[in-house]
Structures are given as structure tokens and as C-alpha cells.
């Protein structure tokens, strides 16, 4: 089947179909005995190995999205939250509700992702969820309320803001007040649901864009590199500047700044 054609071709081939080959082009590409086509073949079986790893990580990962639906449920939505331990800046929550049968390759705890990871993903999760929303807290009501409080209310935005109702859903750790739907708290859901895991990333994204456009604002913090976080060169900008609207006062009252 391929033994017409040369390496570069078959290369090209292989690059484009992946998983998409036959049964009978696979077994010609094992048989042909051209060192070069031996070469793309087993570099094949390394990818297709990946990708059954990868596949059944993220079957794994539905397990609580499928249990829900062979219950009768239909709109599941995973949420979760970021940004309940940085010193400045909001919480932000969201929600996504994905198509039967969705499967992400590379969804994971967002904080399991490098930044160029997240941005890839929020893309795609964006692009194949039946819908998304996120929902905050400002600074004022972290303060105000406390932050398990506010981090509970950003959530249950997120679920509002969403454009269609779900009927259920899965959330990291805690259950939401006053949204009037089934829901399935789960310890460390981020790692153990892909819906929840997918909400974490655009948590994650949305929040961190966010503080860098804060940065423009008030470039002396540095919130583009640490996103609010306590990092030394983030407390030392807040000792030596005092703080702005972004920081929650509740957050600093121990650190000596100016007012």
C-alpha cells in the first residue's frame, strides 16, 4: 500500500491522518522494510500510545459527568474558582457545561498547566462547550464578606451568568447556596473531573488576564508577573508604596504599609 511511495510522502501521510489510518495502512507501514519507514512507523506508535494514555486519563476524568447523565441529567456544569490567596485583586469563578461525549485532550488542574497550556486550552474549551460563564467577587466584597464567602458568591454568578440553566452540578470542594440544582461537591475536583478541571482554566485565564490588564493601571506591583500573590517583590512594592483599591485590606492588615 505504501511501498510506491517515498518516505518524505509516506512522512507527510502520517502527519496528516494519525489516527485516522486503516487497519490495512498500519500493517503496510509495519511490513515495509525501508529503515526510514521503520523510523515513522514506530515514532507512530509511540503517538497513538500517547494518545490512548491521554484518551483513557480523560475517561477516567468523566466518570462523574457519566454517572450524572445515566441518571437523566443532561446540562452538567463543572465549576470552580481562582485567586482565593493572592493579596490584590478579585476571585473569579466559572462554569462549564460541555456536548455529551466531549473529551479534551490536555484538561487538567489548571495549576498542573504552564500559562501557554492554559491559553490552548481556553480556546478550545471555549470553542466546544455548549456554554460557558465566569462570575467575581471584588475586592470589596473579599473584605466584606470574607473570602470562603466571596469565593461561594462568585461561584454561584458563574452558574447564573451561564446562558443555559444547568441541571446539574459538579464543584471543587464546596457546595454553592441558593442555586436550586443538584450538586456533587468534590475534594480536589479540579484532578478528578474534566468539567471542573476545564472550569479551573477559565477561572485561571480569565483572572490572570485580568491582572495584567490591572498592571497597565498600576505598574509599580507588578501584578503581571505575580498575579497579586505574595511574592517578596510583590510585598515589598506594597511597603513602599502602600496599597491600591486592588488589595484587600483584610489580606495586609499585618504587613507595615503606608497609608
Partial sequence: MFRAKSTVEIRKIVAEQGDLLSDLEIASLS???????QKIYQQFCRQRALF????????????????????????????DEAGRGPLAGPVVA???????????????DSKKLSPQMRARLFAEIREKAVCWA???????????LNIF??????????????A??????LV???????????????????GKSMTIAAASIMAKVTRDRMMEDYDKQFPVYGFARHKGYGTRDHIE???????????????????????
Fill in 94 to 108: 466559572a462554569a462549564v457545561v460541555f456536548p455529551d461525549g466531549c473529551l479534551i485532550r490536555g484538561v487538567n
Fill in 134 to 144: 465566569v462570575g467575581l467577587a471584588d475586592v470589596e466584597e473579599i473584605d466584606t
Fill in 172 to 190: 471543587d470542594a464546596v457546595r454553592i447556596p441558593e442555586v436550586g440544582v443538584t450538586q456533587i461537591p468534590i475534594i480536589k475536583g479540579d
Fill in 52 to 79: 490512548e494514555q491521554e484518551n483513557n486519563r480523560l475517561l477516567k476524568m468523566s466518570l462523574y459527568e457519566k454517572q450524572a447523565r445515566e441518571k437523566g441529567f443532561k446540562l452538567i456544569a463543572g465549576v
Fill in 149 to 162: 464567602q466571596a469565593n461561594l458568591l462568585a461561584m454561584r454568578r458563574a452558574v447564573q451568568n451561564l
Fill in 164 to 169: 443555559e440553566h444547568p441541571d446539574y452540578i
Fill in 237 to 259: 512594592a506594597l511597603q513602599k508604596n502602600g496599597p491600591c483599591y486592588l488589595h484587600r485590606k483584610t489580606f495586609i492588615k499585618n504587613f507595615d504599609c503606608p497609608v
Fill in 31 to 37: 511490513q515495509d522494510p525501508r529503515a526510514g519507514v
